[in-house]
Nanobody, 118 residues
Framework: VQLQASGGGLVQAGGSLRLSCVASGRIFSTYDMDWFRQAPGKEREFVAGIVWNRGDIYYADSVKSRFTVSFDNVKNTVYLQMNSLRPEDTAVYYC????????????WGQGTQVTVSS
């Protein structure tokens, strides 16, 4: 499985972006599909995740009510809709997938840059 993230860009504070993560191989709805981000000089942090077949969706406190994660089972694509963006959301965003019972993330995308200007 290869993951291709896209949709990043430059946006003003208060604006919106939608990130996409397309899987080249089959992503099953039982997989844990997550978004992370890494800002310059900071550690990578969890942003949002979804296990589609269980209906489990979870967010970091910093993005709750602003970001929405979803999965299109037909297109094999995970999305991250980001609204009310803030300068502190500036980071490289990565998608990652973990198969059931795996102790680690099995697949990572290459990252897409999101820059929010004040």
């Amino acid at each position: 499985v290869q993951l291709q993230a896209s949709g990043g860009g430059l946006v003003q504070a208060g604006g919106s972006l939608r990130l996409s993560c397309v899987a080249s191989g089959r992503i099953f709805s039982t997989y844990d599909m997550d978004w992370f981000r890494q800002a310059p000089g900071k550690e990578r942090e969890f942003v949002a995740g979804i296990v589609w077949n269980r209906g489990d969706i979870y967010y970091a406190d910093s993005v709750k009510s602003r970001f929405t994660v979803s999965f299109d089972n037909v297109k094999n694509t995970v999305y991250l809709q980001m609204n009310s963006l803030r300068p502190e959301d500036t980071a490289v965003y990565y998608c990652a997938v973990k198969v059931p019972r795996s102790p680690k993330y099995d697949y990572w995308g290459q990252g897409t840059q999101v820059t929010v200007s004040s």
